[in-house]
C-alpha cells in the first residue's frame, strides 16, 4: 500500500511543492545548506570581492532565460524585479537561496509563486560559476552572488547580473 | 529629589545646547559632519554593520544630509536589494534633488534597466543641472543608453549626437569619451548601418585599441558585411579581455553594462 501511496506521490512537480521559508531576515527558497569539505570554511564573500559574475552576457543569459520559461509553458502575471541571491560553493554548487520582490517602484510585491519556483529552477540550471576562487590569501572559497530578473506583464524582459 | 531635579536640568541643558550648536540647515555643517562620519563609515567598508550605524548616527544628528542616505544605500545596490537602494536614494533625491537625481538616473539606467524611469529622471537633471556629467559621461549619454535599450534607435542616435556635442563644447577640440564612440558604433550596428558603426567602432578603437568590446562589435560589424578581417578582430577581442582590458566604466565590476560581452561570446563567434 505504501508503495502504491509513494508511485502516486512521485510523478508530481516538484516545484509546485516548494516552500519558501520566512524569516525574520529574509525570505528564502531554500534554507539548507551542506559544507562542502573542499572550500574553505570561512564567512564567505561578495562576487566583487572575487571580482567575477557569471560569465556570459546580460543578452545570452536573457535569451537562455526565456527558452526555459517557454519551456515550461506557463502564463504569468506582474511587473517588477524578482532577485535570487545565493552563495556559490568553490565547486560552483549554488546553496540557501534569498528572494527578494518588489514591482516597477521597488516597492514590496510577491510574484506568483509558479513564476518564483521557475526561476529558482532555472538558476539551478546554469553550470558556468568560476569555482576555486581565491581571496585575501584563501583558497576555495565560497562567495555570494545574485541574479535578478526584470518582469513586465509576466515576462522576463531582462537580466540583472 | 532635589538631585533627581539636578539631574534632570543638566540633562535639558546639554540637549539643548547640543541641539542650538549643530545648525542642520547650514550646507558647511553638513559637509564637515559627512566628512567626518563618512571616513569612520568607510574604516567599516560598506558590508560591515558599523557602516550603517554610523550614518544612522550622523542622521540621528542632522536627519537632511541627503549623501547619508545615498551612503546606506550602497551596499543594497551592490547586492540587488533594490526596495531599499531606492528607498534609501529617493530620501538622497527628495532632500538634494539638484544632486542626486542624477545618481538615481544612473541607478535606473544601468542597474536595474528601468529606462523610462532612467529617462524621466535624467531629463529632469538636465533641467536642475544643465551640460553636467556623472559617473563619466553625461546625462544624454544615458539617455541614449535607454533609449537604445528600449529599441528606440532614432531618439538614441539623437542624445548620442547630444553627447558628443557636449563634449565637444568650447574649442571643440576635446577627446570624445571612447564608450561613447563604442555605442555609438553598437547602435549603428544595431541599427544595421554597417558602415557608421565601423566608422564609430574605429575612432574608439584609435583611443583605446585594447577596447574587447569594440573589437568584438567591429568584428561582429565585418562578419555581417561577408569580410574576413574579422576574424582579426574576434582574435583581438579574444587576447585583449584574456589580459584583462575591459569595458573601463565605473561600476562594471558590480554590474553588467548594456550589451556588455564576455569570453563566451568572443568564443561563440
Known sequence: ?161 | MAKLLTLFISLSLVVSVQAQSVDCSSKAVQDSLFEIYSKKARAYGFLHPGWDQTYDSLLAICPNIAEAYQEKGIPHVANGNYEKAYEYNNKAVELDPHRWTPYRGYLNCIYTKNYEKAITDFEAAEKLTPNAFILDHSFSFYIALSYMESGQYDKAETYFLKDIAQQKRGEGKNDIHFNSLLYFGILYYLMNEFDMAQKYLRDCLVLYPQQPMANYYMAMTLKVLGNNQKDIYFEKAKQYMLEGYRLNEPNSLYVNYPRQITMFEIEQR
Not at chain 1, 115 to 123: F, S
Not at chain 1, 135 to 150: P, R
Open chain 1, 1 to 161: 500500500m505504501k508503495f502504491v501511496l509513494l508511485l502516486f506521490f512521485l510523478p508530481l512537480p516538484v516545484s509546485g511543492w516548494c516552500q519558501n521559508y520566512i524569516l525574520p531576515y529574509g525570505e528564502y527558497m531554500d534554507t539548507t545548506m551542506q559544507i562542502n569539505p573542499k572550500c574553505h570554511q570561512v564567512y564567505p564573500v561578495f562576487y566583487y570581492q572575487v571580482k567575477t559574475k557569471y560569465p556570459v552576457s546580460t543578452m545570452t543569459l536573457l535569451a537562455d532565460v526565456k527558452t526555459f520559461m517557454q519551456m515550461r509553458g506557463s502564463k504569468y502575471a506582474g511587473t517588477g524585479y524578482i532577485t535570487l541571491r545565493f552563495l556559490v560553493d568553490c565547486e560552483g554548487i549554488i546553496h540557501k537561496i534569498r528572494v527578494l520582490q518588489t514591482d516597477d517602484n521597488y516597492q514590496s510585491y510577491r510574484f506568483d509563486k509558479k513564476l518564483v519556483n521557475d526561476l529558482n529552477d532555472y538558476i539551478h540550471t546554469l553550470d558556468r560559476w568560476e569555482k576555486g576562487l581565491s581571496a585575501y590569501q584563501l583558497e576555495n572559497v565560497n562567495y555570494i552572488a545574485y541574479l535578478s530578473f526584470k518582469i513586465k506583464n509576466g515576462e522576463v524582459v531582462n537580466v540583472i547580473h
